[in-house]
Each structure stands twice: as structure tokens, then as C-alpha cells.
């Protein structure tokens, strides 16, 4: 199963400086947003009402308190929830903190207030408005997100790839059955998926796939090449194949020629593999696909 590329960027979010940024810039800017708009009947409605030190210092601690809460569900819930972030996984995750933020504020307000406002048609209009309020500084995240990730892509290899092998290597099953004779310059990768392996290859110009029942660290241990190499837990890659790569050091993608989607390179392995392939890191938006 080829993995298509998922976008650079989702690797941010396990940056540790990026977490801190996410919980801050949210807390920071629900403080400034209700100094500038005083929403929610802060101010009890008082039309004399003026800015001072003590009303200040109150929404600074209301951000604050939103930044940590944010910061413990990001470095301590997610990691347990979402080891690693998908397209899917991520807009779950956003929709939980919509709800944490609105009910983290919903229940520093009435602190405050004295539990005057503790009912649920309250807590449904605070998730709805302070909702509203964080897409701002949510959707400015995810930009800024994409933007690091484009400026921080590997895309042009510093030297011609290796040159592939015409030798053959045989694949069979635990139990000598189905072989599979492959030449490595055809061999893109190998894939584990539970008790089989995946072996794509090329046939002419057509992309094939076959199945065998083994590990991939057996048949890792058949393999005598150093063009072929694991990049990952489920992946070992033909370095021979690699035309460019996406990514950075927090998740890197191998675009193989022969093939429309990428392969992933976990962390584990992310600096040998750049070692292998002498990739230097691109300036802002390099062309791919070379």
C-alpha cells in the first residue's frame, strides 16, 4: 500500500516549540480579544466602564490559565490519543480543543462571577461564541504550519542517485512457497502489513504489487544491497529509486520514480537516510519531482 503524501506540515504539531506556540497564541489572543471587545457581559454591562489594572491583569490570567490547559492536553493527552497525526485525526483534534477552550473559559468566567451563569444553555453559547472568537488564531497556526514546512522541505538531491543493481533477489513465504524473483532496479519498496509483506515493483512501466507471508525483518535479513533500506518500521526503500523527497526532520517523504505516491521516513531514520541520499535542505519553494 503506497502512503500518499499527507502535507509536511501536520508534522509540526510534534514540535515542542510549536506546542507552546499553539497554547500560547490562543490564550494571548482570547486575553486581547476581550480587553479590545469585552464580550460575555464582562464588564456586567456597565457603560462607565474603563480599562484598568486590576480588570487587565484578570483576562491576562484568563489566557494564561487557557495556554496551560492547552499546553498539559498537548504534550499529555495527545501524545496517549494520537501518537501520529492524519488529516482526519487532526480535525478531530481541533474539534476538541474548540470545546476545551470554550468550557475552560465557561468555567473561568463563572469562577469569577460567582456561579451566576452555571447552566448548560450557557455552556452551549460560550462553546458557539468562543468558538467563533479562536478560529482566528487557530487558522493562523495552521498557516504559519505550512508555511515552515515549505521553507524546510528537502527537495534536490546534491548528486545523481545511486546507480541500481541488475542483480535478482528471490522473496518467498515463511514456508518456501510463492516465490518472487524481482531485479533490484525494478524493486521500489517493501511494506509490512500485519503477517505479510507488500513487495512492489515495476514490470515494464507498470507498478505491481505481491504478497508474501513473512516478516519484514526476515526478508530484511535476505537483502544484500546497499541501495535498499529501511526508513521506517513498515518500510524498507530502494534509495536507487528516490527522485526527490518532501518533509523535514520531523517527517520526511520519499517521492520514488515508477510510482504516483510517497513513502514515509519516521524520525529513527530520517538523518540516514539524508546521509544516504546527500539531500541538502532547499531554500523556500523548491521544485519537486526532480
Same mark, same amino acid.
Given at each position: 500500500?503506497?502512503?500518499?503524501?499527507?502535507?509536511?506540515?501536520?508534522?509540526?504539531?510534534?514540535?515542542?516549540?510549536?506546542?507552546?506556540?499553539?497554547?500560547?497564541?490562543?490564550?494571548?489572543?482570547?486575553?486581547?480579544?476581550?480587553?479590545?471587545?469585552?464580550?460575555?457581559?464582562?464588564? &456586567?454591562?456597565?457603560?462607565?466602564?474603563? %480599562?484598568?489594572?486590576?480588570?487587565?491583569?484578570?483576562?491576562?490570567?484568563?489566557?494564561?490559565?487557557?495556554?496551560?490547559?492547552?499546553?498539559?492536553?498537548?504534550?499529555?493527552?495527545?501524545?496517549?490519543? !494520537?501518537?501520529?497525526?492524519?488529516?482526519?485525526?487532526?480535525?478531530?483534534?481541533?474539534?476538541?480543543?474548540?470545546?476545551?477552550?470554550?468550557?475552560?473559559?465557561?468555567?473561568?468566567?463563572?469562577?469569577?462571577?460567582?456561579?451566576?451563569?452555571?447552566?448548560?444553555?450557557?455552556?452551549?453559547?460560550?462553546?458557539?461564541?468562543?468558538?467563533?472568537?479562536?478560529?482566528?488564531?487557530?487558522?493562523?497556526? %495552521?498557516?504559519?504550519?505550512?508555511?515552515?514546512?515549505?521553507?524546510?522541505?528537502?527537495?534536490?538531491?546534491?548528486?545523481?542517485?545511486?546507480?541500481?543493481?541488475?542483480?535478482?533477489?528471490?522473496?518467498?513465504?515463511?514456508?518456501?512457497?510463492?516465490?518472487?524473483?524481482?531485479?533490484?532496479?525494478?524493486?521500489?519498496?517493501?511494506?509490512?502489513?500485519? &503477517?505479510?509483506?507488500?513487495?512492489?515493483?515495476?514490470?515494464?512501466? #507498470?507498478?505491481?504489487?505481491?504478497?508474501?507471508?513473512?516478516?519484514?525483518?526476515?526478508?530484511?535479513?535476505?537483502?544484500?544491497?546497499?541501495? %535498499?533500506?529501511?526508513?521506517?518500521?513498515? !518500510?524498507?526503500? &530502494?534509495?536507487?529509486?528516490?527522485?526527490?523527497?518532501?518533509?523535514?526532520?520531523?517527517?520526511?517523504?520519499?517521492? %520514488?520514480?515508477?510510482?504516483?505516491?510517497?513513502?514515509?521516513?519516521?524520525?529513527?531514520?530520517?538523518? &540516514?537516510?539524508?546521509?544516504?541520499?546527500?539531500?541538502?535542505?532547499?531554500?523556500?519553494?523548491?521544485?519537486?519531482? #526532480?
Amino acid at each position: 500500500m503506497r502512503t500518499e503524501d499527507p502535507g509536511a506540515f501536520l508534522e509540526g504539531f510534534d514540535d515542542p516549540a510549536n506546542k507552546w506556540l499553539f497554547a500560547g497564541s490562543i490564550g494571548l489572543f482570547i486575553a486581547l480579544f476581550m480587553m479590545a471587545f469585552l464580550p460575555f457581559g464582562v464588564t &456586567n454591562h456597565d457603560p462607565d466602564f474603563r %480599562l484598568n489594572l486590576a480588570f487587565v491583569t484578570m483576562l491576562l490570567g484568563f489566557g494564561a490559565v487557557v495556554a496551560l490547559v492547552l499546553a498539559a492536553n498537548e504534550f499529555l493527552l495527545r501524545p496517549l490519543l !494520537f501518537s501520529v497525526l492524519t488529516p482526519a485525526r487532526l480535525v478531530a483534534w481541533i474539534a476538541w480543543v474548540y470545546v476545551l477552550v470554550g468550557s475552560v473559559v465557561f468555567l473561568l468566567y463563572n469562577f469569577v462571577g460567582g456561579w451566576h451563569d452555571f447552566i448548560f444553555a450557557s455552556w452551549l453559547g460560550f462553546l458557539r461564541d468562543v468558538g467563533m472568537m479562536v478560529t482566528f488564531p487557530i487558522a493562523g497556526f %495552521l498557516f504559519y504550519l505550512r508555511h515552515e514546512a515549505l521553507k524546510s522541505e528537502y527537495t534536490r538531491l546534491q548528486s545523481s542517485p545511486p546507480e541500481p543493481s541488475d542483480a535478482l533477489v528471490t522473496f518467498t513465504s515463511e514456508n518456501g512457497k510463492d516465490p518472487l524473483v524481482v531485479s533490484l532496479r525494478d524493486l521500489l519498496y517493501l511494506e509490512s502489513e500485519d &503477517n505479510y509483506v507488500s513487495i512492489s515493483y515495476l514490470e515494464g512501466e #507498470q507498478a505491481r504489487s505481491h504478497l508474501v507471508r513473512s516478516s519484514l525483518k526476515r526478508l530484511e535479513g535476505m537483502l544484500d544491497d546497499p541501495n %535498499l533500506a529501511r526508513c521506517h518500521r513498515s !518500510f524498507i526503500v &530502494n534509495l536507487a529509486r528516490v527522485r526527490s523527497c518532501r518533509g523535514n526532520r520531523h517527517g520526511l517523504h520519499l517521492k %520514488l520514480s515508477g510510482m504516483d505516491g510517497m513513502v514515509p521516513v519516521s524520525r529513527k531514520y530520517t538523518e &540516514n537516510i539524508l546521509a544516504a541520499l546527500r539531500v541538502e535542505p532547499a531554500e523556500g519553494h523548491a521544485a519537486r519531482g #526532480q
